[in-house]
Nanobody
Framework: QVQLVESGGGLVQPGESLRLSCTTS????????MSWYRQAVGKERELVARILSSGNIYTYADSVQGRFTISRDNAKNTVYLQMNTLTPEDTAVYSC???????????WGQGTQVTVSS
């Protein structure tokens, strides 16, 4: 059974940091590109960051470039999103996505709420 479980969300003040984790099981993690998406209320879901299965190619949304860092630990089947200097505009549900590098399989987590407010 495939599972992607996000954790680490919460309520923080502007300027603070959070680290999200997405722990996976049920598929060969090292064969999948991993991404973080977010969806704010009333907005469409957007790609925040992606790390390829090789682990050495990254993509970031312009709005988070320089503040967020995506990483993966293939030994732990986990992908992380370090979020620094958070702003209220970062408030959203953050979801983990796995996309097969050799297949068309795609998996999603349930999401974790991040709220940035003073």
């Amino acid at each position: 059974q495939v599972q992607l479980v996000e954790s680490g969300g919460g309520l923080v003040q502007p300027g603070e940091s959070l680290r999200l984790s997405c722990t996976t099981s049920g598929f060969t993690f090292s064969n999948f590109h991993m991404s973080w998406y977010r969806q704010a209320v009333g907005k469409e879901r957007e790609l925040v960051a992606r790390i390829l299965s090789s682990g050495n190619i990254y993509t970031y949304a312009d709005s988070v470039q320089g503040r967020f860092t995506i990483s993966r630990d293939n030994a732990k089947n986990t992908v992380y999103l370090q979020m620094n200097t958070l702003t209220p505009e970062d408030t959203a549900v953050y979801s983990c996505n796995a996309q097969g590098s050799v297949t068309v399989q795609t998996y999603w987590g349930q999401g974790t709420q991040v709220t940035v407010s003073s």
